[in-house]
């Protein structure tokens, strides 16, 4: 195929002990998927079913980089998050079957223009400009589920220039693994090369030009991202 302008490049994510990469699709996430961060959002954390939102796929940053601090926001937010990796697509999957369509899994970061997303709140606008802008989902590598299993319990953490900011345990989550990706593929068909954010634990809070975030899910992975002074 030859395109009458540049075509944007494909994004993807290493895998760990592969040479080939994990070609990226979608990016979605999971919202107050923690009932002490729904808490510390003003939300009755009681078990409404789980609601979505996505970041473009090119959002992503390779863990370990340097990168500048966002524009048009002056309350940039960390949320740590497990990333599921999609392995094998289709829609209406059931909670019995949902890991099998699991590829692997990594460590990533939701990150959020506080400001522009409280103000979409107020104005009953779409969150897009707090959630979907350039560079925010930081991600490591992804580890294969058929090295690590399935983690549904293990801490999730993160620390800001060496200083714990948000710290809670998978087995928080109030919609697990596979009935995020249940609930996920009755709305949308899911294919190779979705990835899901699973949602942050209570902690989130705001970072500065000059700070370094890292970011560790126990038997995933760890993340380090840097912004620019
Ligand atoms: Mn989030």
Redesign the pocket.
Known sequence: MSYVIEAPKAVSLPVEGETAAFPVRRIY???RNYADHAREMGHDPDREPPFFFQKPADAIVPSGSTIPFPVATKDLHH?I?LVVAIGSGGRNISVDNALKHVYGYGVGL?M?RRDLQGEAKKMGRPWEMGKGFDQSAPCTALKKASVIGHPAAGAIWLKVNGEVRQKGDLNQHIWNTPETISYLSDLVELFPGDII?M??PAGVGPCFPGDRLEGHVDGVGDLTVAYLK
Do not use: K, Q
Request: charged share 30%; net charge negative; hydrophobic share 20%.
């Open positions: 996430c999971v919202g949320e998050e939701d959020t954010m949602g942050t």
